[in-house]
Every structure is written in structure tokens, then in C-alpha cells.
């Protein structure tokens, strides 16, 4: 059972859409990361988040840490064919371990 | 600045045997923690060490154990493979110990891909 559900687990859009990626818990997590995996690569962090109702923005992607620190999001503007990968969210949790959303594949069209 | 190192990038290994992979963190990193990713199950933690302590270790039987060596480098080992053990093993580095920091980041190498036939 994973600590933490990401949905969808798959997402194909065309090149210029936008595209919402979330990532939920019934754990509290004191921080949460966003990484970014391309094939035959390991995980590359994107952001982390450490404030309850914290928005980051990092160019065309916006991440959102949940008021209660249960959940969070990544919303990306108008997708490019370069954002395509396998996009995972992970939480600290009190015990010091990092724990991985199963991931979104997702795949953007050019 | 050279990024984490993971040796062997693939190997192939029949069941019961063992295997021993490597990890060289970046330079001045002194936490090394493991995962084993799979399309299933995604990354679970294995083990994190810190100055050659193991310092946190997640739900994995005891044929799964790690060391680290006085440079931070870090091996773990898989003893009587078994076919669910094929996955890709993935090493992090950090300056920090585990912890929930926020300042707490990982840098993960390229990973090792284990197949067990």
C-alpha cells in the first residue's frame, strides 16, 4: 500500500495543453518533494514544499502543498514534448524516511 | 562536480545468487540511502546511511543489506536472488541525515538494473 496516491497514473496530452498532477495522503508530512524521472535516469528533484497552503511556481509548472499537509499538486502551462517523464511526489514523514507516490507517466505530443 | 555513481548500470544474475552494488556519492555528501524501484510498486526505501551508520531502514527482508565506507561510499548486497528482486536500484546522496527537513536534498545516480532469471 503506497503512503502516497498520485493520480492519473497515466496523462497524454498535445503539445500546449495544460495538465494537473495530484498527489494525496492520510499521513501529515512535515515536507514534500516533487521529482522528475526520465528513462534511464534516476529521480531529479523539482521542488519541495514545506509550508501548509505553499504555492511555487518554477517557470510553466506550479506546485501546491495542501493547507493540512496532507496532499499536493503540480499543475503544468501549456505543456511541451521536453516536460514528458515520469513525475513522482515524496514526503518526509516524523520517522525520517522519504516515501514515493507510484508515479504519472506522462506524455506530451508534439 | 561529479553526480552520484552507481556500478554496475546492468547485470543479469540467475536465481539464489548474490549481488553487490555500488554507490559513489557526490563529493562531501555523507548520507547514502537506497531504493528499489519497480513498475508494481514504485521506489520503496531500502536503507540510509550516514558516517557509516545505518541511520533508518525501510520493510525489506534481511537478504537486503548495505554498508558505508569511510568516503561515504556505499555498497549493498542482495543474497539468494530471487525473480522478484529484478528492479532498479536507485542511490541517493545527501549532506544531510535523513530527516524532514525540506533542506534535505537528495541527488540520486542513474541506478543499477538488476535482472534475476
Known amino acids: 500500500t503506497q503512503l502516497l496516491e498520485q493520480s492519473p497514473q497515466f496523462l497524454s496530452i498535445q503539445e500546449g495543453e495544460n495538465l494537473t498532477v495530484y498527489c494525496n495522503s492520510s499521513?501529515?508530512?512535515?515536507?514534500l518533494q516533487w521529482y522528475r524521472q526520465e528513462p534511464g535516469e534516476g529521480p531529479v528533484l523539482l521542488v519541495t514544499?514545506?509550508?501548509?497552503?505553499e504555492v511555487k511556481k518554477l517557470k510553466r509548472l506550479t506546485f501546491q502543498f495542501g493547507d493540512a499537509r496532507k496532499d499536493s499538486s503540480l499543475h503544468i502551462t501549456a505543456a511541451q514534448p521536453g516536460d514528458t517523464g515520469l513525475y513522482l511526489c515524496?514526503?518526509?514523514?516524523?520517522?525520517?524516511?522519504?516515501?514515493f507516490g507510484a508515479g504519472t507517466t506522462v506524455t506530451v505530443r508534439a | 562536480k561529479a553526480g552520484v555513481t552507481q556500478t554496475p548500470r546492468y547485470l543479469i544474475k540467475t536465481r539464489g545468487q548474490q549481488v553487490t552494488l555500488s554507490c559513489s556519492p557526490i563529493?562531501?555528501?555523507?548520507?547514502v540511502s537506497w531504493y528499489q524501484q519497480t513498475p508494481g510498486q514504485g521506489l520503496q526505501f531500502l536503507f540510509e546511511?550516514?558516517?557509516?551508520?545505518?541511520?533508518n531502514k525501510g520493510n525489506f527482508p534481511g537478504r537486503f543489506s548495505g554498508r558505508q565506507f569511510s568516503n561515504s561510499r556505499s555498497e549493498m548486497n542482495v543474497s539468494t536472488l530471487e525473480l522478484g528482486d529484478s528492479a532498479l536500484y536507485l542511490c541517493?546522496?545527501?549532506?544531510?541525515?535523513?530527516?524532514?527537513?525540506?533542506?534535505?536534498?537528495?541527488?540520486f545516480g542513474a541506478g543499477s538494473r538488476l535482472t534475476v532469471l
Open positions: 541517493a546522496s545527501s549532506t544531510l541525515a535523513g530527516g524532514p527537513s525540506g533542506a534535505n536534498v537528495l541527488t
Open positions: 499521513s501529515v508530512f512535515s515536507s
Open positions: 514544499v514545506v509550508t501548509g497552503g
Open positions: 515524496a514526503g518526509f514523514s516524523n520517522d525520517y524516511k522519504l516515501s
Open positions: 563529493s562531501g555528501h555523507r548520507s
Open positions: 546511511y550516514f558516517s557509516e551508520t545505518q541511520r
